[in-house]
């Protein structure tokens, strides 16, 4: 992916998420618009950022490992969007593409900010190189008839790690979000664990394309529990459930083979 894109995440923008992954406790001074709107918007990206942040953690294949730390998979889906501004603020957001999304996080109790959680260098989100063509962002387009589902492959055996979900699941999406995202990218301020997003835009240098995961799914029983280890194949899988069965997606993992056609896959094992 183009080390110039800048990489925003989304919290809280499907239901009971926050609460399987211990996190709606960050989020209590949040005043929201509704109760099922999205919580903020977080960098995990901002090229030559002299923090943390400015280290490249998209991998299509590797997550990278921590000792001692919990952490959990996110499967979700990622919008690649162009950018338009008027002057210093964005006017428009243009998604162009999605994928399949790892918005892998490391569990920390009281981390003052989401993206502390979010990069921890090399290797520590994931990103299908496969992107799916986006024709209108609106109901009517393709992404009406996709779905969103991931897996664990351990000691061999095949896990389901987050539920099927259909894209049409999210809380906010199509053009309520994209309003929504340009709202907060132009004026969410430094706040709880929330952090102040036009200047980060404008010190990346105001990038022409944003890359943003648009929330995690909701967790199996398994995936709430279980941590990830070394040596695990992650699989989020993002797929046309009008050509595939669910039943035919567990088989393709299973099997290590995927189609070409309709389907994004983010394979990923823990080194």
Known sequence: ?????????????????????????????????????????????????????GDYPF?????????????????????????TYKGDKISELKPTHFMAYNDCSIRVEGAKKISHKKNWGENSKGVSAKELEIDIFSLGGVMD??????????DGKVIQYGEDSELLGYSYFYSKLNDWMVEKLNSQKEHGPLEDLNSV??????????????????????????YLE????????????SRFAHESVIDMVKKDVFGTCQISVLRQEVI
Do not use: W
């Open 1 to 53: 992916m183009d080390k110039t894109i800048i990489g925003f995440g989304i919290a809280g923008n499907f239901a009971h998420h926050l609460e399987q992954a211990g996190e709606s406790a960050d989020f209590v001074d949040v005043v929201v618009e509704s109760d099922d709107a999205p919580k903020g918007i977080f960098p995990t990206f901002i090229p030559n950022h002299d923090t943390f942040l």
């Open 59 to 83: 991998s299509v294949d590797k997550i990278q490992f921590i000792e001692g730390k919990n952490i959990q998979v996110e499967p979700e889906v990622g919008l690649m969007c162009e950018v």
């Open 145 to 154: 008839d996709y779905s969103l589902t991931s897996f664990i492959k351990r």
């Open 201 to 226: 835009i404008l010190e990346a240098g105001k990038p022409e394309k944003l890359l943003i995961s648009i929330g995690a799914t909701r967790y199996t029983e398994f995936g709430e529990t279980h």
């Open 230 to 241: 070394k040596g695990d194949i992650i699989y989020v899988v993002v797929y046309n459930h």
